[in-house]
């Protein structure tokens, strides 16, 4: 009996660890969060249940613009949030080494591992980045914040492209890939589908 009771106790709080813990990922599948009519993005996870680096397989996207191309984005530098922040385009952080006005972030909510786009107009050495837009979900302290930088492209011109295989691009180990489609008036990236490889 006794040990009976601690196996239904153990078995128990594994089940509730289980169920506390966030969400892993084999595949992603998505389409694009848009910004206005000018530009459309995904954020592939950085959770993935293998530890590997997000692999995009499919991507569509459409636009308007005759120069228009799927941008695909590497992480150079990451930081925390030190303090929960509501809708206000200050954003306290950890340090600011590394950030510069202009730069492109994205910010990682860790509880819902959901992810958002945005553009620093500046920071100050109190560490405090500043948005060009406040993000449309409060960060909690934990959350990351990832600066970008551009990586290859794939030219879409006014049209729809779709492209599928093994490989289209590679992001990295256990970090989010940001990709986006730009347009003049009307742009959208159609779906995204990614695996994670070792």
Not at 42 to 51: D, F, H, P
Request: net charge neutral; aromatic share 8%; with cysteine.
């Amino acid at each position: 009996m006794k040990n009976w009771i601690i196996s239904s106790i153990v078995l128990a709080c594994l089940t509730l660890s289980a169920l506390a813990a966030p969400e892993s990922y084999t595949v992603y599948a998505g389409g694009g969060t848009d910004v206005g009519n000018t530009i459309s993005y995904a954020v592939v996870s950085a959770r993935s249940e293998n530890g590997g680096a997000p692999v995009v397989t499919y991507v569509s996207a459409t636009s308007d613009k005759s120069g228009s191309v799927v941008q695909f984005y590497s992480v150079d530098t990451n930081q925390v949030a030190t303090t929960a922040s509501t809708a206000t385009v200050y954003l306290p952080v950890s340090a600011t080494n590394g950030f510069a006005s202009g730069d492109i972030i994205v910010i990682r909510h860790m509880t819902s591992d959901t992810y958002e786009k945005r553009i620093l107009t500046a920071f100050n050495t109190n560490g405090v980045l500043i948005l060009t837009a406040a993000p449309g979900t409060a960060t909690a302290v934990g959350d990351l914040i990832y600066k970008v930088t551009a990586g290859g492209t794939i030219p879409v011109g006014a049209a729809t492209a779709t492209l599928y295989g093994e490989g289209i691009y590679a992001g990295q180990k256990g970090k989010p890939l940001l990709l986006e489609v730009d347009g003049t008036s009307a742009c959208q990236l159609n779906a995204v589908c990614a695996k994670y490889v070792k």
